[in-house]
């Protein structure tokens, strides 16, 4: 019976006959001095690649990852994986390069697997910020700023206990891992983090920490990444003044009446017309009229969808402005006062209440550096609704202050029509998940041009108008919203 080999195995005086009578025979083969493979088909580096684990365990027993390869958990930018062991030595192997380094094994806190272990948080920050010097290519370990911005990620996504519990596990290991200094200068990262010390830290997250202006960096790239995409392929431009008239009013009931509607506020459009002609709520839903009354007060105003925030303060002070009479019918909500605990959308979870301020205010800054009303509308209404700041009605008010800016900047607002609402919805997770802004600039672009294609003169026509396109349907694969004809010219 033909013996079986593992996937990836050493040879050893005792298999060495066995194993090179296997090679003659096509069963195995070697992809490295003493390790072979039985995988015949297969790159010899992706079977490295595939079963890292596994070679590691079988050429660096005992050993301990470390250094740069503990805090990045994968290969670095030059192929290589980081070893403390028993003795100094370089192995090459198809697409990976083990670099061991001669120095203590395991200790109190480094996590075993298999045959070796991987140094704990506290020991791989130590390391780090031990000397080292790049001979020819990378270092052993990362830059200073890389280290203060893990830790300042730590210190985001699982607080001040992560990084005493770290301090903590320092301390108690230095002396025999001989790190002293390096614990004296990870208490400092730690303690300016804090607050506690002082520090030079000149990664812009530590050092927002520091100034306590803490923000959420995924949410800042991924705003920069829509602004430089918007700023090089501009989009809409489709050109509206608005005025105190028929035809502003009639945007702004539809605005609100859509805009509510994705959030899963429900009306007969004839409702939604009485609840904003009359200004009262239905009694069985109250909280609902609400709704769809205050997101109206607000879309429909002229004084209100005219201003554009130029600071800071401006934008934070328009925020909680629009937010509040939008919500001021569901007091439970908190109209007006950023959320104090964290909100989440099915598994997704937005960022943390002490982030919010100041991610929306590095985020602004990259919204307030473009000029065209589109681009800005467009990053205005993905930030906000990206931060989520408020515990409801997030949605509504990132839609408002999306048209504010192109009502001010003498542009056609975006209207959501229900039927399209899986599509806005998926472009915008989209953006979210995979930093790709493309979707979501393609599909504002094409609802402006559906609202700009529409005489909202006469609320019935316009109604009917929005019948045809099949506006009002639910969403649904086999219904599709339907662009309106180009408006007839004389």
Avoid at 33 to 48: E, G
Avoid at 129 to 142: D, H, N, Q, T, Y
Wanted: charge should be neutral; include cysteine.
């Amino acid at each position: 019976m033909m013996k079986k080999f593992p996937t990836v195995f050493l040879s050893t005086a005792k298999t060495s006959v066995a194993i090179k009578f296997a090679e003659k025979k096509g069963q195995v083969r070697k992809i490295a001095p003493r390790l072979y493979t039985s995988n015949m088909k297969d790159s010899p580096a992706q079977i490295v690649s595939q079963n890292r684990w596994q070679i590691l365990d079988l050429l660096v027993p005992g050993g301990v990852i470390s250094h740069r390869s503990a805090l990045e958990r994968s290969i670095s930018p030059d192929g290589k994986v980081y070893v403390t062991n028993q003795y100094q030595r370089k192995i090459e192997l198809p697409g990976l390069v083990i670099a061991q380094i001669k120095g203590p094994g395991p200790v109190e806190g480094d996590m075993p697997m298999l045959s070796f272990h991987i140094s704990s948080h506290a020991r791989a920050f130590l390391e780090n910020l031990s000397p080292s010097r790049a001979k020819g290519g990378e270092a052993k370990i990362l830059p200073r700023e890389d280290i203060e911005r893990k830790l300042a990620d730590l210190l985001r996504t699982k607080g001040e206990e992560e990084l005493n519990s770290i301090r903590d596990e320092s301390r108690k290991i230095a002396r025999e891992l001989g790190f002293e200094k390096e614990q004296k200068k990870l208490d400092q990262l730690i303690g300016a983090l804090m607050g506690t010390r002082t520090a030079k830290v000149t990664d812009s997250v530590a050092v927002s920490y520091i100034q306590r202006e803490p923000y959420d960096p995924n949410t800042v790239e991924k705003v920069d990444i829509l602004q430089r995409t918007l700023s090089q392929s501009p989009k809409g431009g489709r050109g509206y003044s608005a005025q105190a008239d028929d035809t502003f009013y009639n945007q702004g009931f539809f605005d609100a009446y859509f805009s509510n509607y994705i959030e899963g506020t429900k009306f007969e459009v004839s409702i939604a017309r009485d609840i904003v002609s009359s200004g009262t709520v239905p009694f069985d839903r109250p909280s609902d009229g609400h709704d769809i009354l205050g997101t109206y007060q607000l879309v429909a105003s002229l004084e209100e969808m005219t201003m554009s925030p130029r600071t800071v303060e401006e934008f934070m002070d328009s925020l909680v402005h629009r937010h509040e009479i939008i919500m001021v019918g569901r007091p439970d909500k908190r109209p007006g006062e950023f959320k104090e605990k964290k909100n989440f959308a099915g598994q997704t979870e937005f960022v943390a209440p002490d982030l919010v301020e100041g991610t929306l205010s590095q985020c602004f800054e990259i919204c307030n550096s473009l000029s065209d009303p589109f681009a800005r509308a467009i990053v205005m209404a993905f930030l906000i609704t990206e931060v989520h700041p408020f515990y409801d009605g997030n949605g509504r008010t990132a839609r408002a202050a999306m048209n504010a800016e192109l009502i001010a900047g003498e542009q056609t607002r975006i209207i959501v029509p229900s039927v399209f609402r899986s599509e806005y919805l998926q472009s915008l997770k989209r953006l979210t998940k995979h930093s790709d802004p493309t979707a979501f600039i393609r599909v504002m672009d094409y609802l402006q041009e559906f609202v700009s294609r529409i005489g909202f003169s006469n609320q019935v026509e316009t109604e009917t108008v929005l019948r045809e396109c099949l506006a009002f349907e639910d969403p649904d694969d086999a219904v599709r919203l339907k662009m309106p004809p180009l408006p007839k010219t004389e």
